[in-house]
């Protein structure tokens, strides 16, 4: 299957600071989606981008199909910003088979 | 909307018995699916179903069964619960699981003894 990996796996921001999360693929995909699981494990979507960028207030994220990656941006950390980030991808053989990276485990302290 | 709704929240099963997991959409989604997450192995997917009638499996289907009577419903069945199974259970769903976002429900914490 095609390998997701993202990094870094572990990120302690102060409030206010900002902060980029990256995620490559082994292989070309025609679906790439972010999400943000909450303390309380609430799974978020915050964008479906297999490529281009695209912005939703303090958040905003990048995919470069061609290199194979895609990068998420943080703005202006909050608390609320806390928990654990996925990337999660879809190759065009395998249709409906998202597959998840091992995420990013953001703290923001106050 | 509700959303995805799953049900119930918390289970706990002795090893042996059996159980359904309930999920539910009321966006009128085509594509549904049911993922577990496990500490340190992220999100696997388990089976899923592009509409209708149509259920195909994910990377760990064994020891699960799904069926798609309805395009709300997409019920997840343990048939005799193994400790290995235990896990939190996510379902999803999204327009056509290709070229939209997929919305999760809220889980559900399943222990199997």
């Known amino acids: 299957g095609i390998q997701v990996e993202q990094s870094p796996p572990d990120l302690i921001l102060q409030e206010g600071a900002n902060s980029t999360l990256r995620c490559n693929f082994s292989?070309?995909?025609?679906?790439l989606q972010w999400f943000h699981q909450n303390p309380w494990g609430q799974l978020i979507n915050l964008f479906y981008i297999p490529s281009g960028t695209k912005q939703n207030g303090r958040l905003s994220a990048t995919t470069v199909a061609t290199e194979r990656y895609s990068l998420l941006y943080i703005s202006s950390s909050q608390t609320t910003d806390s928990g654990v980030y996925f990337c999660a991808v879809e190759r065009g053989d395998s249709w409906g088979k998202l597959q998840f990276g091992a995420g990013t485990q953001v703290v923001v302290t106050p | 909307n509700a959303g995805v709704t799953q049900t119930p929240k918390f289970q706990v099963l002795k090893t042996g018995q059996s159980m359904t997991l309930q999920c539910a959409q009321d966006m009128n989604h085509e594509y549904m699916s049911w993922y577990r997450q496990d500490p340190g192995m992220g999100l696997r997917l388990i089976h899923y179903s592009v509409g209708a009638g149509i259920t195909d499996q994910g990377e760990v289907p064994n020891g699960y069964n799904v069926s798609r009577s309805t395009t709300e419903d997409f019920p997840l069945r343990l048939l005799s619960a193994a400790p290995s199974q235990t896990s939190v259970y996510f379902c999803?769903?999204?327009?056509?699981?290709?070229?939209?976002?997929?919305?999760f429900g809220n889980g559900t914490r399943l222990t199997v003894t």
């Open positions: 999803a769903s999204s327009a056509d699981g290709h070229n939209s976002p997929l919305h």
């Open positions: 292989d070309s995909v025609n679906n």
